[in-house]
């Protein structure tokens, strides 16, 4: 994690800037809120300030908003004036610390603020084959696209990308192409330069600068428009880009990797993303499985956010009763690990027993979790869905089947070559050969990207 301290170091400061650094942050320092707002304007990037409470915090933030920089700001200060304390939180600070401070309460702080350690959890065999693929690519510079259904934990496998790779102790920087509107996204992006348009007072280092050396996540890619998707293109190609205004390019060495809860090959066709985009993006494709379909990562996962929230909120670490793990395991999870995040959370505060108990696991309204009214249906349900699967083949040549499972495997993989044969266990040659035979009986085979042809 990437902290600015602002403030004078006097010695109660700085000693807290050394805790900080204990638990692996990495620490840089101005002496005012002006300073702090043109660091971060010119590319000093930071995942959380650490603001002398005496200062205007909320002059900070609206400096920083007016620059659409949006970086979570902690207040501390020496002899916890609860008046300043009180501002500084209604000022638009997350947190207060205060000074002397105790090694324990600036890494629980830091973790829950910035909120940038989160493990890669996964005990099903769904989730663990996609792991396994991760790791092998981990290392390279390729870009990546990751796709799945929202909350299925997308940018967590991005952050686990970035810290397997060479570029490890670089930026990792995020962009949500969906929260930001279409016309500022160019100058986020890309940055500009002094004049470039009304309210460009200054340059501005875009995220594709800030994350130079490091990796650049583009988080829901899907919802960039047409026009910014040929200039992303273009950056990619040439590893280079154009400030807003800008009169010179710009080089860049970063890793790309983008995230999608849509089919990207549906919306090629219907004309809405770039194919060349695509292509330049999904080298290689991970397709994350919904929580539905990775049961044992259910009770793993609630396992980590009970101890987790019990930790955030000074209660007790309480066990998830067998009801509990029952209620959790029938529940479908259409929010996916986000879903159950919140569910769990809501869990620890509501629970006042020893064991956290199944009535306490509720949706957001405070009703019930929907239940299937037999706790081992869903078991029941997934062996019924493998049986009919399995019936399907019946009276099929082995051949036929395995033709089958190689192009529904092509099709889950967007096309990849280099994916499906890795799920398949198959060497690439093997795979290559086996769609020659395939196209040259007249089958139609998935090309990359899903465009579909009969060669």
């Known amino acids: 994690m990437r902290l600015l301290v602002v403030g004078r170091l006097n010695g109660l400061i700085t000693l807290a800037v050394k805790m900080a650094m204990s638990t692996g942050a990495k620490v840089s320092h101005v002496e005012s809120c002006e300073k702090a707002t043109h660091a971060l304007r010119a590319g000093q990037g930071a995942d959380l300030l650490m603001v002398d409470y005496e200062f205007d915090i909320a002059a900070l933030i609206a400096a920083n ?3 659409r920089i949006r970086v ?16 500084a939180i209604r000022a638009g600070a997350k947190e207060f610390i205060p000074l002397p401070p105790e090694a324990k309460l600036i890494a629980a702080v830091l973790a829950a603020v910035s909120d940038d ?9 769904a989730m663990q084959s996609v792991i396994a693929l991760a790791d092998q690519i981990a290392g390279s510079d390729a870009s990546i696209l990751i796709t799945g259904e929202s ?3 997308k ?5 686990y990308l970035h810290k397997k790779s060479r570029r ?19 100058s986020e992006l890309f940055g500009h330069e002094k004049g470039a348009f009304t309210g460009a007072v200054a340059r501005r280092i875009g995220k594709f600068e ?11 890619i899907s919802e960039m428009d047409a026009r910014l998707q040929a200039k992303l293109l273009r950056a990619l190609q040439e590893r280079e880009i154009d400030r807003v205004g800008g009169a010179r390019p710009v080089k860049v060495d970063i890793r790309v990797l983008a995230t999608s809860n849509r089919d990207l090959a549906a919306a090629v066709r219907e004309g809405k993303f770039r194919e060349d985009l695509l292509y330049r993006l999904n080298v290689v494709n991970l397709r994350l499985p919904p929580l539905r379909e990775r049961p044992a990562d259910v009770t793993a996962l609630a396992e980590f956010f009970a101890k987790k929230y019990a930790a955030a909120n000074g209660v007790a670490e309480r066990p998830l009763s067998a009801n509990a793990r029952r209620r959790l395991l029938s529940h479908r999870w259409p929010g996916n690990v986000r879903e159950l995040e919140n569910a769990i959370h809501r869990a620890v505060l509501l629970s006042p027993g020893e064991e956290i108990e199944e009535d306490f696991i509720r949706l957001p309204d405070g009703q019930p979790m929907s239940m299937l009214s037999d706790p081992g249906a869903m078991a029941a349900s997934r062996a019924a869905e493998t049986a009919g699967a399995a019936l399907s083949f019946v009276g099929s040549t082995v051949a036929q089947v395995e033709q089958q499972l190689i192009l529904d495997t092509l099709v889950h993989c967007l096309g990849n070559r280099t994916h499906a044969a890795n799920i398949l266990g198959i060497s690439i040659r093997t795979l290559r050969n086996k769609l020659k035979e395939y196209s040259e009986a007249g089958v139609a085979v998935p090309a990359p990207q899903g465009v579909m042809h009969a060669a």
């Open 155 to 159: 940018e967590v496998m991005a952050r």
């Open 72 to 87: 979570p700001v902690v207040a501390i200060g020496v002899d916890s004036d609860p008046e300043l304390a009180a501002r």
């Open 151 to 153: 909350g299925v934990g």
């Open 117 to 125: 350690d989160r493990p890669m959890i996964a005990r099903d065999q």
């Open 65 to 67: 908003e007016a620059e």
């Open 210 to 220: 800030e994350a130079d050396g490091g990796t650049l996540l583009l988080d829901e």
């Open 168 to 186: 490890a102790n670089k930026p990792f920087i995020s962009v949500n192409c969906a929260a930001i509107p279409d016309n500022l996204l160019e």
